[in-house]
């Protein structure tokens, strides 16, 4: 099974979360310049920060972003949704300092609260 790849965007200037249109890899600027569907122009990663969907949902439908700050139930607590490069993969970043594969929480209770540039009171660290 494949997952969807599509991106979201976090516009810093206006502090809002915008769907990615397209993306386009700079070779020589060695950046990804993004085009959402608020705005006709492309925009580097200084002013608009990227993040990918998961492939997956949460317990209500609504899909997850790297980013975003889930309630885990089975632990009680709220974690972040961050790529680890290293490993080539999601993992749950915990408020009490623990890292978990996201993969072993699918399935068990998680549901978006909010994200990490609205809602970092979500995030005790």
């Given at each position: 099974m494949?997952?969807?790849?599509?991106?979201?965007?976090?516009?810093?200037e206006n502090e809002e979360m915008l769907k990615v249109e397209d993306l386009h890899w700079d070779y020589t600027a060695r950046d990804f310049f993004i085009k959402t569907t608020m705005y006709s122009d492309y925009f580097n990663t200084d002013e608009m920060a990227l993040m990918q969907y998961t492939g997956l949902?949460?317990?209500n439908g609504v899909?997850?972003?790297e980013g975003d700050i889930v309630y885990v139930a089975s632990e009680d607590e709220n974690a972040k949704i961050t790529w680890c490069q290293e490993a080539c993969k999601f993992i749950l970043e915990f408020d009490s300092d623990w890292i978990s594969d996201f993969d072993s929480f699918y399935g068990k209770d998680l549901e978006v609260m909010g994200n990490m540039y609205s809602n970092r009171e979500l995030l005790n660290n």
């Open positions: 494949q997952r969807e790849i599509k991106f979201r965007a976090w516009d810093k949902k949460d317990k899909e997850i972003y």
